[in-house]
């Protein structure tokens, strides 16, 4: 079971979180200046990397806070977690990690 | 079965003074039944250990093949050996499937051995068993030599240590070794005083009997502590059989040892053909000699300790070495009077007239892997070792590289992986000397990483020195090279897969190691390949042209290391503990009431309340029409409820909402849908506007935290800068709703400072009250079955007053309490939809028939933008309809498929039409009548569809949902 660094309450069990998809989509201004493929993008499609990925968490059984993280999709490892609203931090891409 | 005794009447137990038997205490015998034989064996013995000293060799007959079998290894890798065992407690159940040699015997226990597969009891396990967790700074799996050196040395440097061993003893392979000297000292002495050091420390946890078999990320590990089936019965009160330990472990110190291989040739799977290890074991653990004329076949030195042990009791007839040129160890023992075979293998067997091995054929060995001239031995017994397999299990199982060593001629660890250290024969080294003093020096690393910082001192030993290890891993058959020729080359015991089948599977074109372990179930068994899985690798390497074992590679370990029983996974969240039971503050009312109860989702809610002599049907029929005639009254605590605070909470709501809450007065509620960003319905309910910053949302009983979730989530991430806050309150209120015609005469009587008149108390109002009776409370006109209906919200603490007190005023209008069953009949007639029974997560609101909820002003709220869809606009979208069968007493399940009259007699496969989300006896109807989602069923009223899955299919008329009282004449009550 993995361990998640919450940015309010630290590294505690994976249980505790919930997943949330992929972080830094933000809700579109005005949905009803996007044409129909447009809305279906931002509704439909998300990025499947093989490797760095910032996605979206919430300490469900914990703060219920939200917060960002970067995940590698390979290894399961958490490279990095931050509060909504602050950007992606820059952390170089390496395949093939342990966890 | 009949067990096949190699002397009969002989005991095999070697005296004392010659193999003392580390593991056994000879001053204790204890009587136990195996196979229907009762024989005597000494406490600390296994059942494997008992049935060779007592002359018994076979442990069942194979899976498939129905060959008999014999006891191949002393430890968990054993294949053959599977058992059903009872033990003689009051409190117990029969296990099955489990391995010989790691059952301890106990007083009058009954054991019966199973062909590979195992039975079930069919009685629930009376025994109980729980689970702890542990933090540990350095866990350390395995208590041989190394495992003890490290967690010494770690525990020295004051690390917070873990050291699990899954045997009785600790010590490991070291227990009962002839000879060896650890520090100056006999190794027992020196097992017994690490021991006890670590035993002393209070930061030290040592527990045998305990199986790390799985590890999982940031260094999770779990493990079964077997804790009382050693015991006979006298179990001490509170202490569970089996405890699964949770550890998250800084850092880890692999100490898991190896386990010996066997080779493959032409009948190596009868009884007598053991590991030369296990041959070893059963000796120095347990004073047992695993038969009378014993020969050993090796590829490499370890078996010669043994084979100077066997020499001495006089038991030895040869070795056959498979190596050419003779390795120091190899000499010594030739020296030692020792016939040594070398360039030789074994390529087939004889049996007995009962298949117990009786002879072997030996022939060279020739350089270019041919068979030369071949020789005949009679023995009883042959020990084998095919070289060693570190136990690399835990390492594999979080991905850690594994690679081919031929120098060890095993997988070895490829890198070491983060946070974990690895000591002893798990490394592939087999010398003592160099496991205590990897072992040191781990634990002294692994302490150091937790901050613990010591000097290693290594506990010195013998280094050992090791031969050459011969690349051999199968015999070629002596009868050709077809594939019959290899039909009874073992490869997976347990499986009962031969190098015929190998063959056969490399034939069909397969080449990974991951198509032919499943193809032909290799690894698959009880053991999961611990003896046969590189073997059957070497296999594949010598059918595959090209392939060597490096790139053929091993299939990926997975947890659990050796088989655990769940319910010890379980421990106690078995039963009434196996989930949490909620129940509404008025659950004893119901009880009284005799109610029947169902589940929604964890809360208990009664279905139905018979009376004497009541059907379910009837006692169901009896409560709709009092609550569509007189008055019924329904517990509705359980509906999810969440207060939103804030400034912009109106603001917020109407972003959440499919319809309009900005206008919505204080005092006034209003039905609302939530549907996802795709416009699908998820949660639905009334919210009452509290004040001008406060409302009351209702939700489903089984949507709570859901909509909860989803509420916090758009107010963190999308916004923030809207004043909200989100409280569940659920819990803290109590409802019951009273519902029927004459419900207005009853609530008059509770709350005399409100004015119920309809005009003065308008639908879809609340006023906030203490009720005569003192508890305060909110009353609100909200109607789930179409009937003038208030519910009465107070205080947790005071539901059940609220109950009796409404019974006790409606008693003079016979007023009914309904179940859930009765609603669902009630509000079905309504044409109200229940979120998860009527829509399956693809519908929109206007699918169900709530166009109205939608709104067309607001510019956006979440799921509006999806509705200009395509898929949206289709007019074959599944509908809401009403359904009444043509006659007006069928019934069919929820659930059955819908077709159209010209796909009723079409070939099939059909498409369907939809299904049927619910059908229900109605009393207001006096017919039967059900919702169904229907393919643009709205524009369909008054077709036929028909059920098929009923003979002869039921036929139904397609109506309008609303089936009662379309025109709502009787919400407001009798006039």
Known sequence: MMLIDCPHCGLRDETEFEYGSQAHVPYPQDPQALTNDEWAQWLYFRDNPMGLRAERWVHLTGCRKWFNAVRDTVSYEFKATYPVGTPRPNIPPHHGGIR | ?975
Not at chain 2, 31 to 59: F, K, Q
Not at chain 2, 665 to 675: A, E, H, I, L, Q
């Open chain 2, 1 to 975: 079965m009949t067990p096949i005794a190699v002397t009969t009447g002989t005991s095999f137990r070697v005296p004392a003074a010659i193999a003392p038997g580390a593991a056994i205490n000879r001053d204790e015998t204890v009587e136990v039944t195996i196979d229907g034989h009762t024989m005597t064996a000494y406490r600390g013995d296994t059942v494997t250990s008992a049935l060779l000293a007592n002359g018994h060799r076979r442990v069942g007959d194979s899976i498939y093949l129905g060959r008999p079998r014999g006891v191949l290894a002393c430890g968990v890798e054993e294949p053959n050996s599977l058992l059903t065992v009872t033990r003689a407690k009051a409190e117990t159940i029969s296990e099955t499937m489990l391995i010989g040699p790691t059952v301890e015997v106990t007083n009058n226990m009954v054991a019966e051995h199973v062909q590979g597969i195992g039975k079930l009891a069919e009685t629930a396990d009376p025994e109980y068993y729980d689970y702890t967790y542990e933090h540990p700074d350095v866990l350390v799996v395995g208590a041989g030599p190394a495992g003890l050196a490290a967690a010494l040395q770690a525990s020295r440097a004051g690390a917070r240590v873990v050291i699990l061993d899954e045997r009785a003893t600790f010590g490991g392979n070291l227990v009962g070794t002839p000879d060896a000297v650890i520090d100056g000292k006999p190794v027992e002495t020196w097992i017994a005083e690490t021991v006890a050091e670590l035993q002393a420390n209070d930061d030290v946890t040592l527990l045998n009997r305990t199986t790390v078999f799985g590890g999982y990320e940031n260094n999770y590990f779990m493990a079964t502590q077997r804790r009382t089936d050693h015991l006979d019965d006298q179990v001490p009160f509170g202490v569970s059989r089996e405890r699964t330990l949770h550890l998250r472990a800084k850092q880890v110190v692999l100490a898991t040892g190896s386990h010996e291989r066997p080779i493959v040739f032409k009948n190596n799977d009868r009884p007598g053909i053991m590991l030369a290890s296990g041959i070893a074991g059963y000796l120095n653990r347990y004073g047992v000699l695993a038969g009378s004329s014993i020969a050993l076949l090796t590829t490499n030195d370890s078996v010669y300790l043994l084979a100077q042990q066997l020499a001495e009791l006089g038991h030895l007839v040869a070795v056959i070495d498979v190596r050419a040129d003779l390795s120091e160890a190899a000499l010594q023992a030739v020296a030692a009077g020792i016939d040594v075979i070398a360039g030789s293998v074994v390529c087939d067997t004889t049996a007995s007239d009962q298949g117990a091995l009786a002879g072997i054929t030996v022939a060279e060995y020739l350089a270019d892997g041919e068979l030369g001239a071949t020789r005949h031995f009679e023995v009883d017994t042959l020990g084998v070792s095919g070289g060693w397999s570190p136990v690399i299990h835990l390492h594999s199982q979080r991905q850690g590289k594994v690679v081919w060593d031929h120098e060890v001629q095993g997988f070895v660890i490829g890198q070491p992986r983060a946070d974990f250290h690895y000591a002893g024969s798990v490394t592939g080294s087999l010398s003592l000397g160099e496991a205590l003093a990897n072992g040191a020096n781990a634990g002294a690393a692994a302490a150091d990483a937790t901050g613990h910082f010591s000097f290693a001192t290594e506990p010195v030993a013998a280094a050992g020195h090791r031969g050459p290890v011969a690349a051999l891993r199968m015999v070629p058959s002596p009868d050709g090279e077809d594939q019959d020729a290899y039909a009874n080359h073992f490869v997976d015991l347990h499986r009962d897969q031969t190098v015929q089948d190998v063959l056969r599977a490399t034939g069909a074109g397969m080449s990974s190691v991951e198509h032919i372990k499943r193809y032909t179930s290799i690894s698959t068994g009880n053991d999961q390949g611990k003896t046969g899985a590189v073997n059957a690798i070497g296999v594949m390497s010598e059918i595959l042209d090209g392939h060597t074992m490096d790139d053929i590679g091993t299939t990926t370990f997975r947890a659990p290391y050796s088989p655990i029983s769940y319910v010890g996974l379980a421990g106690r969240q078995r039963g009434e503990l196996f989930d949490a039971l909620r129940k509404t503050a008025m659950d004893r009312a119901h009880e009284a009431l005799d109610a029947v109860f169902e589940m929604a989702g964890e809360w208990r809610r009664a279905s139905y309340y018979p009376r004497a002599g009541e059907t379910k049907a009837q006692a169901i029929r009896r409560e709709t029409i009092a609550a569509r005639n007189g008055v019924g009254m329904i517990d509705s605590s359980t509906l999810g409820k969440i207060e939103v605070r804030g400034k912009d909470s109106a603001e917020f709501l109407n972003r959440i909402y499919t319809n309009g809450f900005l206008k919505l007065k204080v005092g006034r509620g209003r039905y609302g849908v939530m549907t996802g960003v795709d416009g699908k319905v998820f949660d639905d309910g009334v919210t009452l506007r509290l004040a001008e910053d406060r409302f009351f949302m209702h939700t489903t009983s089984g949507g709570a935290q859901r909509v909860l979730n989803w509420l916090e989530n758009w107010h963190q991430t999308e916004w923030s800068h809207l004043d909200a806050t989100f409280t569940s309150v659920s819990e803290q209120f109590a409802t019951v709703a009273v519902s029927g015609p004459k419900a207005r005469r009853v609530v008059e009587q509770l709350a005399s400072d409100v004015d119920f008149a309809p005009e003065a108390f308008e639908f879809m109002e609340f006023r906030e009250t203490t009720l005569d009776n003192g508890i305060p409370a909110r009353i609100s006109r909200i109607s789930f079955t179409g009937e003038l209906s208030y519910e009465i919200a107070v205080p947790t603490q005071y539901g059940r007053a609220l109950w009796d007190a409404v019974a006790q005023a409606g008693a003079a209008y016979d007023i009914t309490p309904y179940g859930l069953e009765a609603q669902r009949i009630l509000r079905a007639e309504k044409g109200f939809v229940i979120v998860g029974q009527d829509t399956d997560g693809t519908n929109s609101p206007q699918d169900v028939g709530m166009d109205w909820v939608v709104s067309k002003i607001k510019q956006d709220f979440l799921g509006k933008r999806s509705y200009q869809l395509d898929d949206f606009l289709r007019d074959d979208r599944e509908e809401l309809v009403a359904i009444m069968a043509t006659d007006k007493n069928s019934m069919v399940r929820d659930g059955a498929a819908l077709v159209s009259a010209e796909d009723l007699d079409a070939p099939r496969p059909v498409s369907t039409s939809g299904h049927v989300t619910g059908y229900y006896d109605s009393a207001a109807l006096d017919r039967t009548f059900g919702l169904a989602l229907v393919r643009g069923g709205s524009k369909r009223i008054g077709e036929k569809l028909y059920a098929p899955a009923y003979d002869p299919p039921v036929e139904f008329e397609i109506t309008p949902l609303i089936s009662f009282d379309p025109e709502g004449t009787r919400r407001d009550g009798e006039r």
